[in-house]
């Protein structure tokens, strides 16, 4: 309990010694928690791969077929958080629980997750353009996700997520599902897989126009060179045209990364996503849009993971991630 209470101490310490750069006049759509949620370790590796050789079970956010693959022991019920911090004052939280259980006698993974995107305070405009008070923008959701093994080269999962949004006066509500699979190779290390992302629909709406989902579709490879000091991940994503980001037409990205292995409880990364840098480069000029790169440290049972995103010249995004046993958390 002791433990665990330090390794907040020191997550809510990293929060203020790295700070965020503050941008002005950034907006979100609605429903883009979805797509922004993602894994500390995936961020730092480019954004949302389709496969991943060492996943955590935040992982199965992107492809929920990763859970079947997390190499530690469920039997902790492991524990997970992570806070993401967003140029003018966006903050993104999320807290996962993981199990194991038999279903219809094959064993399967299960994790359950919370998660709040807060847009912070806006202002509120009449139709002159005069601020006349301010309101503050949310996006709350719960997922459910299992997984299981169905051999030693295939995983598949799937998960279900609802979610509440709400924009000044007006709220609206969805159901997004997930599917993914993950095949592993029996003689080297190699992975490669596929996963779908967002299909669902609007329950409520914000007014009587249903707003679309982020829908994702990708596939992905992860691969650990017998001759080269670090794990290799590539994925290219399909990310339909949505009037928002990709007004014209749909686009693919390509998104990769490595992961240096420093030491048995240190690792480096470093990743680039090619959607970023088309999106936020903010100037005809070259900058740092799509870069990432983080830490990992591992603590005996518990972990910690630290990634920057840079989106240009409106500043860096800062993911915090910690994992642990449940039974640290809870007064025994």
């Given at each position: 309990?002791?433990?665990?209470?330090?390794?907040?101490?020191?997550?809510?310490?990293?929060?203020?010694?790295?700070?965020?750069?503050?941008?002005?006049?950034?907006?979100?759509?609605?429903?883009?928690?979805?797509?922004?949620?993602?894994?500390?370790?995936?961020?730092?590796?480019?954004?949302?791969?389709?496969?991943?050789?060492?996943?955590?079970?935040?992982?199965?956010?992107?492809?929920?077929?990763?859970?079947?693959?997390?190499?530690?022991?469920?039997?902790?019920?492991?524990f997970?958080?992570?806070?993401?911090?967003?140029?003018?004052?966006?903050?993104?939280?999320?807290?996962?629980?993981?199990?194991?259980?038999?279903?219809?006698?094959?064993?399967?993974?299960?994790?359950?997750?919370?998660?709040?995107?807060?847009?912070?305070?806006?202002d509120?405009?009449?139709?002159?353009?005069?601020?006349?008070?301010?309101?503050?923008?949310?996006?709350?959701?719960g997922?459910?996700?299992?997984?299981?093994?169905?051999?030693?080269?295939?995983?598949?999962?799937?998960?279900?997520?609802?979610?509440?949004?709400?924009?000044?006066?007006?709220?609206?509500?969805?159901?997004?599902?997930?599917?993914?699979?993950?095949?592993?190779?029996?003689?080297?290390?190699?992975?490669?897989?596929?996963?779908?992302?967002?299909?669902g629909?609007?329950?409520?709406?914000y007014?009587?126009?249903?707003?679309?989902?982020?829908?994702?579709?990708?596939?992905g490879?992860?691969?650990?060179?017998s001759?080269?000091?670090a794990?290799l991940?590539?994925?290219?994503?399909?990310?339909?045209?949505?009037?928002?980001?990709h007004?014209?037409?749909?686009?693919?990205?390509?998104?990769?990364?490595?992961?240096?292995?420093?030491?048995?409880r240190?690792?480096?990364?470093?990743?680039?996503?090619?959607?970023?840098?088309?999106?936020?480069?903010?100037?005809?000029?070259?900058?740092?849009?799509?870069?990432?790169f983080?830490?990992?440290?591992?603590?005996?049972?518990?972990?910690?993971?630290?990634?920057?995103?840079?989106?240009?010249?409106?500043?860096?995004?800062?993911?915090?991630?910690?994992?642990?046993?449940?039974k640290s958390?809870?007064?025994?």
């Amino acid at each position: 309990m002791i433990r665990a209470v330090v390794m907040q101490m020191l997550i809510a310490g990293l929060v203020g010694l790295l700070g965020i750069k503050a941008a002005s006049g950034q907006s979100m759509s609605a429903y883009r928690s979805l797509e922004l949620r993602l894994d500390t370790r995936m961020q730092a590796l480019g954004g949302s791969h389709a496969v991943q050789l060492d996943p955590t079970i935040s992982s199965a956010w992107v492809n929920p077929a990763l859970l079947a693959a997390v190499e530690r022991s469920f039997e902790t019920l492991p524990f997970s958080s992570s806070i993401s911090l967003y140029p003018a004052a966006i903050r993104q939280f999320q807290s996962s629980i993981a199990g194991e259980s038999t279903l219809a006698g094959q064993a399967v993974r299960w994790s359950a997750t919370v998660g709040c995107l807060c847009y912070g305070e806006m202002d509120k405009r009449d139709a002159a353009g005069q601020t006349i008070g301010s309101f503050r923008n949310y996006d709350m959701d719960g997922s459910l996700t299992i997984a299981t093994r169905l051999s030693d080269q295939w995983r598949v999962g799937g998960s279900a997520t609802m979610m509440v949004s709400s924009i000044g006066t007006a709220t609206s509500s969805l159901v997004a599902f997930r599917a993914g699979v993950i095949w592993s190779s029996p003689t080297r290390p190699l992975q490669l897989g596929a996963t779908v992302r967002n299909v669902g629909v609007a329950v409520t709406t914000y007014d009587e126009q249903r707003e679309p989902l982020p829908f994702r579709a990708s596939v992905g490879a992860s691969y650990k060179p017998s001759d080269f000091p670090a794990r290799l991940t590539l994925t290219t994503e399909l990310q339909p045209r949505d009037g928002i980001v990709h007004d014209d037409a749909s686009v693919i990205t390509v998104l990769g990364g490595a992961e240096f292995l420093i030491s048995e409880r240190m690792t480096f990364r470093l990743g680039y996503n090619h959607g970023d840098q088309r999106s936020l480069q903010t100037a005809r000029r070259l900058d740092a849009s799509g870069l990432r790169f983080g830490l990992g440290f591992g603590f005996q049972d518990s972990e910690v993971d630290i990634t920057m995103a840079s989106w240009g010249r409106l500043g860096s995004v800062i993911h915090l991630h910690y994992a642990l046993p449940l039974k640290s958390l809870l007064p025994l």
